[in-house]
T-cell receptor, first 116, second 110 residues
Framework: GAVVSQHPSWVICKSGTSVKIECRSLDFQATTMFWYRQFPKQSLMLMATSNEGSKATYEQGVEKDKFLINHASLTLSTLTVTSAHPEDSSFYIC????????????FGPGTRLTVT | QQPVQSPQAVILREGEDAVINCSSSKALYSVHWYRQKHGEAPVFLMILLKGGEQKGHDKISASFNEKKQQSSLYLTASQLSYSGTYFCGIFNNAGNMLTFGGGTRLMVKP
């Protein structure tokens, strides 16, 4: 149980275009979803935290107008990278927590974004 | 604040042991350990919730020293499949945000 999926697995887009990444909890209701970004050989850096039906909370230095997060339901959160640039190329990973008291986060498989 | 992991990288021969440390400058409420293979998402290994707690699965175990604000991950009789980057993660006071350490790259050679 506790499976999180992401779509797409990888995407290549041209500079200036927007890209949407979906994160779904397949067999549980995700009260909170997290979006991370990971550059090569670096750690995961939290970008934002989202709760269903409310605005996302962004970490310092993350542009909320550039990285639009929507958590429309308890099983779906989307991250839209608007006007993408080559420096946005990265590995984007979502995770979700359910109602378990162990605070375990379930990670999606990640989305590799390459902006040309 | 990001926890500090040490060492940054380690190379082992199959069958050797390794210890990875995770330290925080702030009080720890729980410590999570993950392993990430190249190009894949992190995979949950274990969580420690109480000071003094020790856990293990197969030949990977971890301890949590609340007073010292640190946790250690022990890999014994390492296998080739143990290769990857290990991250510790700590939760904030509210228990709703996980901050990862810088990672420890582990390579196990035959």
């Amino acid at each position: 149980g506790a499976v999180v999926s992401q779509h797409p697995s990888w995407v290549i887009c041209k500079s200036g275009t927007s890209v949407k990444i979906e994160c779904r909890s397949l067999d549980f209701q995700a009260t909170t979803m997290f979006w991370y970004r990971q550059f090569p050989k670096q750690s995961l850096m939290l970008m934002a935290t989202s709760n269903e039906g409310s605005k996302a909370t962004y970490e310092q230095g993350v542009e909320k107008d550039k990285f639009l997060i929507n958590h429309a339901s308890l099983t779906l959160s989307t991250l839209t990278v608007t006007s993408a640039h080559p420096e946005d190329s990265s590995f984007y990973i979502c995770s979700a927590t359910g109602t378990s008291s162990t605070y375990e986060q379930y990670f999606g498989p990640g989305t590799r974004l390459t902006v040309t | 604040q990001q926890p500090v992991q040490s060492p940054q990288a380690v190379i082992l021969r199959e069958g050797e042991d390794a210890v990875i440390n995770c330290s925080s400058s702030k009080a720890l409420y729980s410590v999570h350990w993950y392993r990430q293979k190249h190009g894949e998402a992190p995979v949950f290994l274990m969580i420690l919730l109480k000071g003094g707690e020790q856990k293990g699965h197969d030949k990977i175990s971890a301890s949590f020293n609340e007073k010292k604000q640190q946790s250690s991950l022990y890999l014994t009789a390492s296998q080739l499949s143990y290769s990857g980057t290990y991250f510790c993660g700590i939760f904030n006071n509210a228990g709703n945000m996980l901050t990862f350490g810088g990672g420890t790259r582990l390579m196990v050679k035959p």
